[in-house]
T-cell receptor
Framework: QKEVEQNSGPLSVPEGAIASLNCTYS??????FFWYRQYSGKSPELIMF????GDKEDGRFTAQLNKASQYVSLLIRDSQPSDSATYLC??????????FGRGTSLIVHP | EAQVTQNPRYLITVTGKKLTVTCSQN?????MSWYRQDPGLGLRQIYY???????DKGDVPEGYKVSRKEKRNFPLILESPSPNQTSLYFC??????????????FGEGSRLTVL
């Protein structure tokens, strides 16, 4: 059974701080890693994807992948109240079918 | 506009009354999937389809049926709904030309209540 684990939170950070969201996965054959953001009652939307070990930056967001440790993270710099949402980690292996974590709730307070 | 369209968005029904939730995408995606989302349980996959006439069970298929007669449509059928199927349902689609392309495009969701 492929598993993707996330701390459910909530993770509470002050406005302007760095929010760090973590995800671990069990399948060593996993190849693609995605972070989705989901506002309450809305559908998930893709924020970042990463395939290779290391960091990938896009604006205020940085995805970090460490395949040896089976660990992927999302850093949000200069967090804003509008970043308050649930963040879903998804992992895909050779079968292509994505496995989702249960999500981490992020609260950015003014 | 590229989109995944689900209908109905909201539905209240009674136990045992068959219902269908439609899903249509206009992006020519091969892969389509249905998820249900419940508090504390995250997104759980019900069924998925890699292409026309190819469907397979996800993690929680009991009580659901699907069909994929056309590439753009992937309806979810509840033959005899029960209260434990009360949930928020999402349809999603993606291309599958390479494992490196895996972004899922989600519909807006269908909130179903079974009394």
């Amino acid at each position: 059974q492929k598993e993707v684990e996330q701390n459910s939170g909530p993770l509470s950070v002050p406005e302007g701080a760095i929010a760090s969201l973590n995800c671990t996965y069990s399948d060593r054959g996993s190849q693609s890693f995605f972070w989705y953001r989901q506002y309450s009652g809305k559908s998930p939307e893709l924020i970042m994807f990463i395939y290779s070990n290391g960091d990938k930056e896009d604006g205020r967001f940085t995805a970090q992948l460490n395949k040896a440790s089976q660990y992927v993270s999302l850093l949000i710099r200069d967090s804003q109240p509008s970043d308050s949402a649930t963040y879903l980690c998804a992992v895909t292996g050779g079968s292509y079918i994505p496995t989702f974590g249960r999500g981490t709730s992020l609260i950015v307070h003014p | 506009e590229a989109q995944v369209t689900q209908n109905p968005r909201y539905l209240i029904t009674v136990t045992g009354k068959k219902l269908t939730v439609t899903c249509s995408q206009n992006m020519n995606h091969e892969y389509m999937s249905w998820y249900r989302q419940d508090p504390g349980l995250g997104l759980r996959q019900i069924y998925y389809s890699m292409n026309v006439e190819v469907t397979d069970k996800g993690d929680v298929p009991e009580g659901y049926k699907v069909s994929r007669k056309e590439k753009r449509n992937f309806p979810l059928i509840l033959e005899s709904p029960s209260p434990n199927q009360t949930s928020l349902y999402f349809c999603a689609s993606s291309i599958t030309t390479s494992f490196n392309t895996g972004e899922l495009f989600f519909g807006e969701g269908s909130r179903l209540t079974v009394l």
